[in-house]
């Protein structure tokens, strides 16, 4: 009787001093926990959702233990409170190991898809002779991941299609996750619906610069399709964060694509449709290895404006060699990684500084925003 009335008063102080301050932004602290009558602060997995939204996994069976690792961290990280379902892809079936395991990582409903055939092959007008000596001589030059043609068919996956696969048709927000990912902080909020309040399209945690020699020829490219498609420009701004030099040299600034959160609007709207087929039409992703990431980047900084694209300081991430670690003080109390480490103070990720330091641009056609 006397114990438990003491362990609830120490529970009680233990509350009052070791008070965890919120990382959750201020447009989903008041009121309360409540938006439009749903707890904001957690939902159940049968429950309604303000966003219709989904993690994004695009993994092959042999990642099975690296998918339950970065699994396990987000749900214990974030997750377990909001149980948003999976949605895994593969350009093969998932077998029923990698199934039954990876769905007893979560409460939340997980679907798995695979891939169509035409989502992921050679396009008839792609000289897959050509193809293979390209790869030989990118081999030779010593470029990461030269020879292998399934890379070049997941980038241009993640590039093109992704967003196209029936099991997305009733979502509208992803997260794309990674095997092998690791997740640092705990996140008490929602970030997709702190994404939709906020008309944020895009959001990423590292930006960095490309290897040049993966993609010689896409700055022409693009340049080549903006000419004859002006109205792809809404943010004109969005050149500087791209080229130093008015626009003549692309500066590889890219966000990195291994983690996403995004509108699939954004990918579904006309514009980023023609982009993608003009790029495809092109063939870079095959005769060079256009990543999906510069290809991503490039539409979001021409096409949205600075406001639409946020940077998720406050989600610790890592994703082999880089690492976001949120700098404040309140984060160490929530994270495990080591501000010291965040790739913010690497100069090859100066990309992410570069973005905020973008002038605020009205859009050049404030209705095609939507
Ligand atoms: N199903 C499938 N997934 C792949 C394939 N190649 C890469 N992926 C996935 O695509 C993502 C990026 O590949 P990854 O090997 O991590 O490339 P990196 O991050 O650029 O080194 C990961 O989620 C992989 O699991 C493939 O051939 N099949
Ligand atoms: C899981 O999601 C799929 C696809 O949206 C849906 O068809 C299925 O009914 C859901 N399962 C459960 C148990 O909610
Ligand atoms: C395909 O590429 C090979 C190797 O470069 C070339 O010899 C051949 O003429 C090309 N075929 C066509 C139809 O262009
Ligand atoms: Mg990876």
Redesign the pocket.
């Known amino acids: 009787m006397y114990t438990d009335l003491l362990h609830l008063l120490l529970g009680l102080l233990l509350a009052v001093f070791v008070h965890r301050p919120s990382n959750r932004p201020a447009d989903l602290e008041q009121p309360a926990a409540t938006i439009d009558g749903i707890d904001v602060s957690s939902y159940l997995p049968e429950a309604h959702r303000p966003v219709r939204a989904a993690f994004v996994v695009l993994v092959r069976n042999s990642e099975l233990v690296g998918m339950k690792r970065a699994m396990r961290q987000i749900e214990d990280r974030f997750n377990h409170k909001f149980n948003y379902p999976y949605v895994f892809l593969n350009d093969m079936p998932f077998t029923e190991e990698f199934k039954t395991e990876t769905a007893a990582m979560t409460r939340a409903n997980v679907t798995f898809g695979v891939i169509p055939q035409e989502h992921w092959s050679y396009p008839a007008w792609i000289?897959q002779?050509?193809a293979g000596?390209c790869r030989q001589e990118m081999h030779k030059q010593g470029v990461f991941y030269a020879l292998t043609e399934s890379y070049r068919h997941m980038c241009r996956f993640n590039s093109g299609f992704f967003f196209r696969h029936p099991l997305l048709d009733e979502i509208d927000y992803y997260w794309r996750i990674e095997p092998d990912v690791e997740y640092s902080c705990d996140i008490d909020y929602d970030p997709f619906l702190f994404m939709h309040r906020r008309g944020i399209k895009y959001g990423y945690t590292i930006a960095l610069h490309e290897y040049p020699e993966t993609i010689p020829t896409l700055w022409k490219t693009v340049k080549e399709f903006v000419t004859s498609n002006p109205e792809f420009v809404r943010h004109p701004a969005g050149y500087s964060w791209l080229s130093q030099d008015g626009g003549e040299t692309y500066n590889g600034c890219h966000f990195w694509s291994n983690f996403e959160i995004g509108s699939l609007a954004f990918f579904r709207s006309p514009e980023y449709l023609a982009y993608f087929d003009y790029l495809d039409r092109a063939g870079g992703f095959f005769y060079e290895r256009w990543g999906d990431a510069p290809v991503h980047a490039i539409a979001a900084a021409l096409m949205l404006r600075k406001e639409e694209v946020h940077w998720f300081e406050d989600i610790g991430y890592y994703h082999n060699p880089w690492t976001n670690c949120p700098q404040s003080a309140e984060s160490r109390l929530r994270c495990h990684c080591d501000p010291a480490k965040s790739a913010v103070h690497h100069y090859w990720a100066s990309c992410t500084k570069d973005w905020l330091l973008l002038p605020d641009t009205a859009p050049k056609d404030d209705t095609a925003a939507e």
Do not use: L
């Open positions: 000289n002779t050509y000596e």
